[in-house]
């Protein structure tokens, strides 16, 4: 791949996993991740035995979304069952995701060295960041399978289009719908065989999950949809930093390809009020969205290579200061409580079956690779949840031992008032 042999997209690329495999480890250590990491954990290792039940979602994870195509981890948990090795997974997605787009756009014909800023403004994107930061979830691996897609479109190669085609409508229930939608596009647009290819088997995707779920009496856990939209100004500010990094690239594809991304907002948009307002630019539910806008930015700085050149500046502005992770200028890493981690360890070793409170999600999270683990359903009536990020730039240091000795107490590695509420210790 020629992308491999840029040296700035290499060296960014490895800067990349470095930098957020650290903060992830820190985020995970001080017992900071949410229910979702351990959920996966807990399906993937349960796989081993035939099964995708969780005691996060307290069903089997196949009921809830359409996500076969994970089964391909198993394997990886059940050699190494952490959470360390999910985060390592979603890190790796991601960064094989910034060559495969340099990559398709060589492809298009995009010299090498617009080819690889392109790279490396798909991951100072906030969204990047956000999905690669966050929870685990099958949308990380959005990116990378839609760029190898378009790859494999753009060099009408069918049979790998397909099989890449597959892992991502078997990734989650509404790439169905997406998948449909770009292969008709596909069809009128560049290859009529390949486009309607994919429409037969997005259809015959969605048919399938329809009847499995049909047969076991559940539904997908979706969300629901209103008539109206919902956090309006939030989607523009969305819309905003998701083309301020590729320098609004994007826009120069002209209004016919705008078209077809609009799907990809309408989700978003019409979405019923408890998902995330999407003014959070780091969920996993801009994935496809950010993965659409880099194709449209490879075409764009095709057209006009100009672009590129603003493309990093406008990246790094985007992480330090519109970014949804640690990198956002006033932010530090988490203090981690190695006594709270280790009692998160002997958990994740207990023989037996233990319910972790609601409020402790972050030793779900650790210990959830334990099949015997459970999560209660329902939070606590004296649950307490802690402060997002660490603000104090001398209380980080002081827990290093640099500069004068600070005493504050930690809830969930972000230090509190005195007195402050904290929770529970567990077990």
């Given at each position: ?206 048919g399938g999950f329809a009847i499995f779920e049909a047969a076991k009496h559940v ?201 402050a509420p904290t929770p529970r210790p567990?077990?």
């Open positions: 791949m020629p992308a491999l042999r840029d040296r700035a997209l290499v060296g960014a690329v490895a800067a990349f996993a470095v930098i957020y495999f650290a903060l992830d480890l820190n985020r995970l250590y001080a017992l900071r991740y949410g229910a979702d990491l351990g959920t996966y954990a807990q399906t993937l290792v349960n796989l081993g035995h035939g099964s995708s039940w969780n005691y996060g979602e307290w069903r089997p994870h196949f009921q809830v979304h359409d996500s076969w195509s994970l089964a391909l981890l198993a394997p990886l948990l059940w050699l190494f069952p952490s959470a360390e090795m999910l985060l390592m997974v979603q890190v790796a997605a991601i960064c094989a995701a910034a060559f495969v787009l340099a990559a398709f756009a060589r492809e298009l014909g995009v010299d090498r060295r617009t080819a690889a800023l392109l790279g490396i403004a798909f991951l100072l994107t906030p969204s990047v960041q956000g999905l690669v930061y966050d929870n685990f979830s099958e949308n990380v691996f959005v990116p990378l399978l839609a760029f190898s897609g378009a790859l494999q479109a753009r060099r009408r190669a069918l049979i790998p289009l397909l099989i890449v085609a597959q892992l991502l409508l078997a990734l989650k229930e509404d790439e169905i719908l997406f998948i449909a939608w770009f292969g008709a596009a596909c069809a009128f647009f560049w290859d009529r065989r390949a486009g309607i290819a994919l429409v037969v088997l997005a259809a015959i995707n969605g539904q997908p856990h979706d969300p629901g949809y209103s008539i109206v939209p919902q956090h309006f100004p939030g989607t523009l500010w969305l819309l905003l930093f998701l083309l301020l990094p590729f320098a609004f690239a994007p826009l120069r594809i002209g209004w016919r390809a705008l078209v077809l991304g609009v799907p990809l907002v309408v989700e978003i948009l019409f979405m019923a009020p408890w998902t995330y307002d999407p003014s959070r630019i780091g969920s996993h539910y801009t994935a496809p969205l950010v993965a659409a806008a880099a194709v449209a930015a490879a075409f764009g700085v095709r057209s006009s290579p100009g672009f590129s050149k603003w493309m990093i500046p406008l990246g790094l502005v985007s992480t330090l200061f519109f970014n949804d992770t640690v990198l956002h200028l006033g932010r530090w890493p988490y203090i981690v409580d190695w006594n709270a981690y280790a009692r998160a360890l002997a958990v994740r070793q207990s023989p037996k079956t233990l319910t972790i409170p609601r409020d402790q999600e972050g030793v779900w999270a650790v210990a959830a690779v334990n099949p015997k683990i459970r999560l209660a359903r329902l939070p606590g009536p004296h649950a307490v949840f802690c402060p997002a990020y660490v603000r104090s730039a001398r209380d980080f240091f002081s827990s290093l031992g640099i500069g004068a000795r600070r005493s504050f107490r930690l809830c969930g590695g972000v230090p509190v008032a005195p007195g567990f077990p």
